[in-house]
């Protein structure tokens, strides 16, 4: 066996590749680590909790490229190569090395699944070959280089085809199409997403049934399947972007044994060690079938199936792949059952995804084989309305109505609300046939649905008894989805619930539907059965409340504060338990907590579980906004919450109040009102001069804030303000540049590690813009403001715990842009770079441990310069301009690290060609000024050519939003801010290959 693994992480998080890669690559570096392997661990993405300095022994902030992974292994000399964790990007990357014969050059084991495997599964026209010799059918298909081979084809089969190009995440550059002039544009935008430039076309399965098997394979050839998942959409959407069921619900017997053995033969014919997703279209009226793919890989469907069952599907297939059999691997889950028994479930899981439409109003909502979701939610429970009811809950969204005209236009072509758009229907009185005609939607599922639109009318019309309101809570119904119906409050519905002596009942997650003795801390919460979870013995109990769906502005970082929180908590001798509903996360790994609830994070849920393990203390800081929002309803049922009083959070998140603690304090802020009214707004818009930045309340990374140029502008805004969003904050928009504090405070003493400056200017989201740890532009005075502002709000509020604050710089004046009363997004960066805990400093000040002084902290010697980067995940929604301002656009961020930031900003933009060594690599269209050189064809001929790789355009014309549309549909790289642009110049006189480590736990120093 090697002693040091290579492990490649699957880098900063983009719709298609997310969280649930962070958390299978955690558990591959943990079970390495348990196997007394040493794990050097690359991977770009600051905000996991995989590149937390106790997952690896060494972690390197790297490009995730060739070049840059031969630099760390010359430097490591490790054993051997695990990809299998890492996503799309990890694969791909491991068949580059191949390519470039480093495994040979460097004698270097890859684990698990072989790159003739790889290549196998991931070429499409090596798969249809094997495919063929299986007999195993696909649809009819052809493997293309050119648009005009996909018109050939289109000429003999028809319309409507499946793009899917090969070696791709997501759907990446994939599509349906009916149409010669949108087959075109696909085929072009396909070829240039993958990396090998080829694309699968096929004749449309729509319609069909989409059934996903999650196989494990060891290296003699035993195969288990450790979950069967049904999507609820037929095929034609996403499974990314579909509700799925697991296990399915619609599947005779006998079919779910032909696609399991089928998935089992697909699997052993690739030799695939480890992990393997294998999806199948059904026919609903025959049993022909057909493979649509597979992934040799732990996949994202592979986070789900874990949770949905409890078996640790990474884990064993990092074990799998340093040679384990699966009949002497036990789960860990269970403690007496091995890795090759089959998960049984006594309960039905629900996954929704969750969509970005609610920043992006404009985008296109229509779904097809492109993923366009940044997260998703999972709900378990004993009955399926049950579970469709939790996952809505979970989603921490406004269930939207859909206008009566709309309704079938959801229905004819899949969009995120078409869910909401079948229930609108059935409330009307439209028959589950005449929807299932339209959608091809299974009839079970339509019924299930139909359900609950007929348990709601008889909670309007009917006296609620007790047998009544049993069922309601079975089906999932909340006590306020319940008082609203009855007309009623839902302390009322609580107390008639106590009354009749109808509980919340706890059921155990165990992998063998309690077959056979558990021990397992894994729970969900139900109506139906008997409860058969004890609460966990200790006498001191923490509630950690997670963070929810991931979500544009709320991502895998809220994730990362949870589990540093768990540690801390549990090094302190606090019994824990978690509450969330993200299955993409490591906080609902089941070995995180003390005990894990697999649920909905509402008030209900909450309080039921506070009072079931007798908690005494919530922690609402380390969720991100999700937590925060519920903090006051916790609050006023009495929960004991950590940290500072509610009313201390509201003269933070309350803008006129903010603004009064400010004006006491003397602390400059830019000149605003809040406004609860759109006349109000309208009104105090005219005491200001234009622009202005119009801001919701409540939200995060920015949703809904606009800068507007004229009154004109401010109405549409306000328009499209949902109203729990309000009061809306309008300030003068001031030019400058931007900084930001992450702190923690006991209420009088603060400890700040360093000052993180933004190099974008003021307007741009701090969340979008890249930015440099610690600060080298500002100078002593304005840190030393900065720092005496944070520490004269600390003390006029006495805050503790964790704090971000926002500054602008105008001149010479510090302005105060806003406080964040909670662990922010930029938390592990500060953490991981500083090699200081801001999370674990927090804990200790919010439980008050009698042993830590928080004035006693020393500050910490960076040695290393670190620059924050953002990604944009344009390929799902080409057709957005993604110009930046203030409302979020980003879905993950990466970091790279040098012995000098103009090194780190080397190795942030080494992707990049040099414009120098081929001018025609990049075109500059820029009002500002800025460096480079650029080609001198005209865009609509430079985006042609295959040179076409870097754009730069800062305009605000319509022709200038879209050519940079055109642009990112090419897959080129599109520059909006000059300063961004100017930094991805200069940093190309430096050298990107001088690999930097992570300070703190490592095996080696940085030289």
Same mark, same amino acid.
């Given at each position: 066996?090697?002693?040091?693994?290579?492990?490649?992480?699957?880098?900063?998080?983009?719709?298609?590749?997310?969280?649930?890669?962070?958390?299978?690559?955690?558990?591959?570096?943990?079970?390495?680590?348990?196997?007394?392997?040493?794990?050097?661990?690359?991977?770009?993405?600051?905000?996991?909790?995989?590149?937390?300095?106790?997952?690896?022994?060494?972690?390197?902030?790297?490009?995730?490229?060739?070049?840059?992974?031969?630099?760390?292994?010359?430097?490591?000399?490790?054993?051997?190569?695990?990809?299998?964790?890492?996503?799309?990007?990890?694969?791909?990357?491991?068949?580059?090395?191949?390519?470039?014969?480093?495994?040979?050059?460097?004698?270097?084991?890859?684990?698990?699944?072989?790159?003739?495997?790889?290549?196998?599964?991931?070429?499409?026209?090596?798969?249809?070959?094997?495919?063929?010799?299986?007999?195993?059918?696909?649809?009819?298909?052809?493997?293309?280089?050119?648009?005009?081979?996909?018109?050939?084809?289109?000429?003999?089969?028809?319309?409507?085809?499946?793009?899917?190009?090969?070696?791709?995440?997501?759907?990446?550059?994939?599509?349906?199409?009916?149409?010669?002039?949108?087959?075109?544009?696909?085929?072009?935008?396909?070829?240039?997403?993958?990396?090998?430039?080829?694309?699968?076309?096929?004749?449309?399965?729509?319609?069909?049934?989409?059934?996903?098997?999650?196989?494990?394979?060891?290296?003699?050839?035993?195969?288990?399947?450790?979950?069967?998942?049904?999507?609820?959409?037929?095929?034609?959407?996403?499974?990314?972007?579909?509700?799925?069921?697991?296990?399915?619900?619609?599947?005779?017997?006998?079919?779910?044994?032909?696609?399991?053995?089928?998935?089992?033969?697909?699997?052993?014919?690739?030799?695939?060690?480890?992990?393997?997703?294998?999806?199948?279209?059904?026919?609903?009226?025959?049993?022909?079938?057909?493979?649509?793919?597979?992934?040799?890989?732990?996949?994202?469907?592979?986070?789900?199936?874990?949770?949905?069952?409890?078996?640790?599907?990474?884990?064993?297939?990092?074990?799998?792949?340093?040679?384990?059999?699966?009949?002497?691997?036990?789960?860990?889950?269970?403690?007496?059952?091995?890795?090759?028994?089959?998960?049984?479930?006594?309960?039905?899981?629900? /996954?929704? *995804?969750?969509?970005?439409?609610?920043?992006?109003?404009?985008?296109?909502? =229509?779904? %097809?084989? !492109? +993923?366009?979701? $940044?997260?998703?939610?999972?709900?378990?429970?004993?009955?399926?309305?049950?579970?469709?009811?939790?996952?809505?809950?979970?989603?921490?969204?406004?269930?939207?109505?859909?206008?009566?005209?709309?309704?079938?236009?959801?229905?004819?072509?899949?969009?995120?609300?078409?869910?909401?758009?079948?229930?609108?229907?059935?409330?009307?009185?439209?028959?589950?046939?005449?929807?299932?005609?339209?959608?091809?939607?299974?009839?079970?599922?339509?019924?299930?649905?139909?359900?609950?639109?007929?348990?709601?009318?008889?909670?309007?019309?009917?006296?609620?008894?007790?047998?009544?309101?049993?069922?309601?809570?079975?089906?999932?119904?909340?006590?306020?989805?319940?008082?609203?119906?009855?007309? /009623?409050? *839902?302390?009322?519905?609580?107390?008639?619930?106590?009354?009749?002596?109808? =509980?919340? %009942?706890? !059921? +155990?997650?165990? $992998?063998?539907?309690?077959?056979?003795?558990?021990?397992?801390?894994?729970?969900?919460?139900?109506?139906?059965?008997?409860?058969?979870?004890?609460?966990?013995?200790?006498?001191?109990?923490?509630?950690?409340?997670?963070?929810?769906?991931?979500?544009?502005?709320?991502?895998?970082?809220?994730?990362?504060?949870?589990?540093?929180?768990?540690?801390?908590?549990?090094?302190?001798?606090?019994?824990?338990?978690?509450?969330?509903?993200?299955?993409?996360?490591?906080?609902?790994?089941?070995?995180?907590?003390?005990?894990?609830?697999?649920?909905?994070?509402?008030?209900?849920?909450?309080?039921?579980?506070?009072?079931?393990?007798?908690?005494?203390?919530?922690?609402?800081?380390?969720?991100?906004?999700?937590?925060?929002?519920?903090?006051?309803?916790?609050?006023?049922?009495?929960?004991?919450?950590?940290?500072?009083?509610?009313? $201390?959070?509201?003269?933070?998140?309350?803008?006129?109040?903010?603004?009064?603690?400010?004006?006491?304090?003397?602390?400059?802020?830019?000149?605003?009102?809040?406004?609860?009214?759109?006349?109000?707004?309208?009104?105090?818009?005219?005491?200001?001069?234009?622009?202005?930045?119009?801001?919701?309340?409540?939200?995060?990374?920015?949703?809904?804030?606009?800068?507007?140029?004229?009154?004109?502008?401010?109405?549409?805004?306000?328009?499209?303000?949902?109203?729990?969003?309000?009061?809306?904050?309008?300030?003068?928009?001031?030019?400058?540049?931007?900084?930001?504090?992450?702190?923690?405070?006991?209420?009088?003493?603060?400890?700040?590690?360093?000052?993180?400056?933004?190099?974008?200017?003021?307007?741009?989201?701090?969340?979008?813009?890249?930015?440099?740890?610690?600060?080298?532009?500002?100078?002593?005075?304005?840190?030393? $403001?900065?720092?005496?502002?944070?520490?004269?709000?600390?003390?006029?509020?006495?805050?503790?715990?964790?704090?971000?604050?926002?500054?602008?710089?105008?001149?010479?004046?510090?302005?105060?842009?806003?406080?964040?009363?909670?662990?922010?997004?930029?938390?592990?960066?500060?953490?991981?770079?500083?090699?200081?805990?801001?999370?674990?400093?927090?804990?200790?000040?919010?439980?008050?441990?009698?042993?830590?002084?928080?004035?006693?902290?020393?500050?910490?010697?960076?040695?290393?310069?670190?620059?924050?980067?953002?990604?944009?995940?344009?390929?799902?929604?080409?057709?957005?301009?993604?110009?930046?301002?203030?409302?979020?656009?980003?879905?993950?961020?990466?970091?790279?690290?040098?012995?000098?930031?103009?090194?780190?900003?080397?190795?942030?933009?080494?992707?990049?060609?040099?414009?120098?060594?081929?001018?025609?690599?990049?075109?500059?269209?820029?009002?500002?000024?800025?460096?480079?050189?650029?080609?001198?064809?005209?865009?609509?001929?430079?985006?042609?050519?295959?040179?076409?790789?870097?754009?730069?355009?800062?305009?605000?014309?319509?022709?200038?939003?879209?050519?940079?549309?055109?642009?990112?549909?090419?897959?080129?790289?599109?520059?909006?801010?000059?300063?961004?642009?100017?930094?991805?110049?200069?940093?190309?006189?430096?050298?990107?290959?001088?690999?930097?480590?992570?300070?703190?736990?490592?095996?080696?120093?940085?030289?």
């Amino acid at each position: 066996m090697p002693e040091k693994v290579l492990v490649i992480g699957s880098g900063p998080i983009v719709i298609g590749q997310a969280a649930e890669f962070d958390y299978s690559g955690t558990q591959g570096c943990l079970a390495l680590k348990e196997e007394g392997h040493e794990v050097v661990l690359v991977n770009n993405n600051p905000a996991t909790i995989m590149t937390d300095n106790e997952i690896a022994d060494t972690v390197y902030c790297e490009p995730l490229t060739v070049t840059s992974i031969e630099a760390i292994i010359k430097k490591e000399t490790p054993d051997a190569v695990l990809a299998g964790l890492g996503g799309q990007t990890a694969l791909n990357l491991a068949v580059e090395m191949d390519k470039h014969d480093l495994f040979e050059k460097y004698n270097l084991t890859l684990l698990g699944t072989s790159i003739q495997s790889i290549q196998q599964g991931e070429d499409r026209e090596l798969f249809r070959e094997l495919m063929d010799e299986l007999n195993q059918p696909v649809p009819e298909s052809q493997v293309i280089a050119s648009v005009e081979e996909a018109l050939q084809f289109t000429d003999t089969f028809g319309y409507p085809v499946i793009s899917r190009p090969a070696y791709t995440l997501g759907g990446r550059g994939g599509g349906i199409t009916d149409n010669e002039e949108d087959l075109k544009e696909l085929i072009h935008n396909g070829l240039k997403a993958s990396p090998i430039g080829q694309v699968i076309i096929e004749k449309s399965i729509a319609g069909f049934k989409e059934v996903e098997y999650e196989i494990m394979r060891d290296v003699n050839g035993t195969c288990i399947s450790v979950c069967n998942m049904e999507n609820f959409d037929p095929v034609g959407v996403h499974t990314g972007d579909s509700i799925v069921v697991a296990p399915s619900q619609t599947l005779t017997d006998q079919e779910y044994q032909m696609l399991r053995t089928a998935a089992f033969n697909i699997v052993s014919a690739l030799d695939v060690v480890g992990g393997c997703n294998v999806q199948f279209a059904l026919d609903p009226y025959s049993k022909d079938y057909y493979v649509i793919e597979v992934n040799p890989r732990v996949s994202r469907s592979s986070a789900l199936a874990s949770k949905a069952t409890g078996y640790p599907i990474a884990k064993m297939a990092t074990k799998l792949a340093l040679g384990f059999q699966l009949d002497e691997l036990k789960n860990p889950l269970t403690g007496t059952t091995y890795a090759s028994f089959e998960p049984a479930l006594d309960y039905v899981v629900v /996954k929704f *995804p969750r969509w970005p439409f609610d920043k992006f109003t404009g985008a296109d909502r =229509k779904l %097809g084989t !492109k +993923m366009k979701a $940044t997260g998703e939610v999972m709900a378990i429970d004993r009955t399926l309305e049950g579970a469709f009811q939790k996952a809505v809950s979970s989603m921490d969204q406004s269930i939207p109505f859909i206008p009566e005209d709309e309704l079938y236009v959801h229905l004819k072509q899949p969009t995120d609300l078409r869910y909401f758009a079948i229930v609108q229907l059935l409330q009307q009185g439209e028959s589950v046939e005449a929807i299932h005609k339209e959608t091809a939607i299974d009839l079970f599922f339509l019924n299930i649905v139909n359900n609950l639109v007929k348990m709601e009318e008889k909670l309007e019309s009917a006296l609620l008894d007790k047998k009544l309101l049993q069922i309601a809570k079975v089906q999932g119904f909340t006590d306020n989805k319940i008082a609203e119906l009855q007309q /009623k409050t *839902p302390a009322q519905i609580k107390k008639i619930r106590s009354e009749y002596g109808i =509980k919340p %009942g706890y !059921k +155990m997650v165990d $992998t063998c539907a309690a077959e056979f003795e558990a021990a397992t801390n894994y729970v969900y919460t139900t109506y139906a059965g008997i409860n058969e979870i004890e609460p966990l013995p200790s006498n001191k109990k923490a509630l950690i409340i997670g963070s929810g769906p991931i979500r544009i502005g709320q991502g895998v970082e809220f994730d990362y504060s949870a589990v540093k929180a768990i540690q801390s908590l549990r090094n302190l001798g606090w019994t824990t338990v978690m509450i969330n509903n993200n299955p993409e996360t490591v906080s609902t790994d089941y070995t995180t907590a003390d005990r894990l609830y697999f649920d909905p994070i509402n008030k209900e849920v909450i309080e039921s579980i506070v009072e079931h393990e007798d908690i005494d203390l919530i922690f609402t800081q380390f969720g991100g906004q999700t937590a925060i929002n519920i903090a006051d309803e916790l609050d006023e049922a009495g929960l004991p919450l950590a940290g500072v009083p509610i009313d $201390t959070i509201a003269q933070l998140e309350d803008r006129e109040q903010f603004y009064d603690v400010l004006n006491r304090l003397e602390i400059p802020h830019i000149p605003g009102s809040m406004c609860h009214t759109m006349e109000e707004a309208l009104e105090a818009a005219s005491s200001y001069e234009y622009p202005l930045l119009c801001r919701p309340s409540y939200v995060i990374g920015g949703m809904g804030m606009v800068k507007v140029e004229n009154e004109k502008e401010l109405k549409s805004a306000l328009e499209h303000t949902d109203a729990r969003h309000y009061p809306i904050v309008l300030d003068q928009f001031m030019t400058g540049s931007e900084a930001e504090i992450d702190l923690v405070a006991d209420g009088h003493d603060v400890f700040i590690p360093e000052i993180m400056e933004h190099i974008e200017p003021a307007g741009v989201h701090s969340g979008d813009s890249m930015a440099i740890f610690p600060s080298t532009n500002l100078s002593s005075e304005v840190k030393e $403001t900065m720092k005496k502002y944070a520490r004269q709000l600390v003390q006029k509020v006495n805050y503790h715990g964790l704090m971000n604050i926002q500054f602008l710089l105008s001149g010479d004046t510090v302005y105060v842009l806003e406080v964040n009363p909670r662990a922010s997004r930029t938390v592990p960066i500060i953490s991981k770079v500083s090699d200081v805990s801001l999370v674990e400093l927090a804990v200790k000040v919010l439980v008050k441990d009698p042993d830590f002084s928080l004035g006693n902290e020393k500050q910490p010697l960076i040695q290393k310069a670190a620059v924050k980067y953002p990604l944009f995940s344009s390929h799902a929604m080409p057709e957005l301009d993604h110009k930046l301002g203030a409302n979020m656009l980003s879905t993950g961020e990466g970091m790279c690290l040098g012995n000098t930031v103009e090194e780190a900003m080397a190795k942030v933009f080494e992707h990049l060609p040099n414009p120098y060594e081929d001018e025609d690599v990049c075109l500059i269209e820029a009002a500002s000024i800025v460096k480079g050189k650029s080609s001198t064809l005209s865009f609509s001929h430079w985006i042609q050519t295959k040179e076409a790789k870097v754009y730069m355009n800062d305009g605000n014309s319509k022709d200038d939003s879209y050519k940079r549309i055109q642009a990112l549909k090419s897959g080129v790289t599109v520059f909006t801010e000059p300063t961004t642009f100017n930094a991805y110049i200069d940093s190309l006189a430096y050298d990107p290959y001088q690999p930097t480590p992570l300070p703190g736990n490592t095996k080696k120093e940085c030289v």
